[in-house]
């Protein structure tokens, strides 16, 4: 059994974490650094990561640094790659969680959110983030990976990369139906595309040693309105939200050797609410 739990341990493995100051970038990186490993922020943020890298640093006891990385351009993620193997002159683990995630809750009495008026600015700012964005650092890091002949890509995806939005749980009573808020198209569209990106690139690389898989958490209880809370909760058989630092079991696992042969996989983990 000893041996097998050795399976789980990270040492001294690099885990580049895109969106790194995030709510669930935070706990990644942790989980990370828990297991042994070596957290490496790239945010666009460089304040907040360089934040939460120092505190992690010190926490933990492992070395664990920020970058900023806009994960929408090409420069800036070569730069960030480069920075990453002047300091640790290694990469073995990606986990793309950068995204944006504009509110349905944030539109109340407005139709922006709405599919017949939302954006193509819109549109095309959500897709860069969080779906080119973890092409464009695939496209790098992977490739460095796949050149090294190891490595392993984890897309942060959702469970509305599997189901569709239940919009009724977005709904506000005394508005219009053309005015009622609404999840927007483009963060499901985003995380269906990273299911498409991970089985794409799990077979593209599977002979170099390269192996890429996503999860598909649930929604993370943050102290959002109590109605959307309990209209949410009777959607998912185990009667709650999740709470912030439950996925980080499964990061590691998915990014550890206790995986090693998964790939293409993605793991639900959304307290049932796919199973309805």
Not at 194 to 206: C, P, Q, R, S, V
Not at 208 to 231: A, L
Request: aromatic share 8%; glycine share 8%.
């Amino acid at each position: 059994m000893v041996k097998e739990l050795q399976r789980f341990r990270l040492d001294n493995r690099v885990a580049i974490i895109t969106g790194g100051a995030g709510l669930l970038g935070v706990e990644h990186a942790e989980a990370i650094a828990e297991a042994g490993g070596i957290p490496v922020f790239w945010d666009i943020n460089l304040s907040s990561a360089k934040s939460h890298a120092l505190r992690i640093s010190k926490q933990l006891n492992v070395e664990c640094q920020a970058f900023e990385v806009d994960v929408t351009s090409n420069k800036s993620i070569k730069n960030g790659l480069e920075s990453t193997l002047s300091k640790h002159n290694r990469v073995d683990i990606l986990i793309n969680n950068a995204a944006s995630n504009p509110q349905a809750n944030e539109t109340a009495g407005k139709n922006w959110s709405r599919f017949e008026d939302f954006s193509i600015k819109m549109w095309e700012k959500d897709i860069a983030i969080g779906l080119t964005g973890a092409f464009l650092c695939s496209q790098e890091v992977g490739n460095h990976m796949a050149k090294a002949g190891k490595g392993v890509i984890l897309n942060i995806a959702s469970d509305l990369s599997v189901i569709a939005p239940d919009q009724r749980i977005y709904q506000k009573n005394g508005l219009k139906k053309d005015e009622q808020p609404v999840k927007p198209v483009t963060y499901s569209v985003v995380k269906h595309g990273l299911i498409g990106l991970t089985k794409y690139l799990a077979t593209y690389w599977a002979e170099m040693g390269v192996r890429v898989n996503s999860i598909s958490p649930g929604g993370v209880y943050t102290n959002q309105p109590e109605e959307f809370v309990s209209k949410l909760k009777n959607l998912i058989p185990m009667g709650r939200m999740a709470e912030k630092d439950e996925y980080k079991a499964a990061v590691i696992f998915m990014v550890s050797d206790a995986s090693s042969y998964m790939t293409g996989a993605n793991m639900v983990i959304d307290g049932g609410r796919t199973c309805w």
